[in-house]
Nanobody
Framework: QVQFVESGGGLVQPGGSLRLSCAAS????????LSWYRQAPGKERELVAG????????NYSDSVKGRFTISKDNAKNTAYLQMTSLKPEDTAGYYC????????????????WGQGTQVTVSS
């Protein structure tokens, strides 16, 4: 049974940091490429960052490049999104998505989606 859970969201002041986690069980996590997406109310879903199944290659949206870091620990079946220098415009629900295949930017090609964790950046 495929299960994964996101955690680590919350309320943080501008300039602060958060680390999101996506913990998986019930499948071969190491085979999956993974991306983090976010969606704010009234806005389209946005790709934030992606990582290959072995963690060897990453990509980032221009809006978070240099501030966010995606990583994947296959031994722990967990992926992370370290977020620093947070801005109010980073406020959104953050979702991890997994694909049994190569890394892609196309959200429609992901097989599994988490339930999301809310990040709110406000003073």
């Amino acid at each position: 049974q495929v299960q994964f859970v996101e955690s680590g969201g919350g309320l943080v002041q501008p300039g602060g940091s958060l680390r999101l986690s996506c913990a998986a069980s019930g499948f071969s996590f190491s085979r999956y490429s993974l991306s983090w997406y976010r969606q704010a109310p009234g806005k389209e879903r946005e790709l934030v960052a992606g990582i290959t199944s072995d963690g060897g290659r990453t990509n980032y949206s221009d809006s978070v490049k240099g501030r966010f870091t995606i990583s994947k620990d296959n031994a722990k079946n967990t992926a992370y999104l370290q977020m620093t220098s947070l801005k109010p415009e980073d406020t959104a629900g953050y979702y991890c998505a997994l694909r049994d295949g190569s890394l892609t930017r196309n959200a429609l090609e992901y097989h599994y989606w988490g339930q999301g964790t809310q990040v709110t950046v406000s003073s």
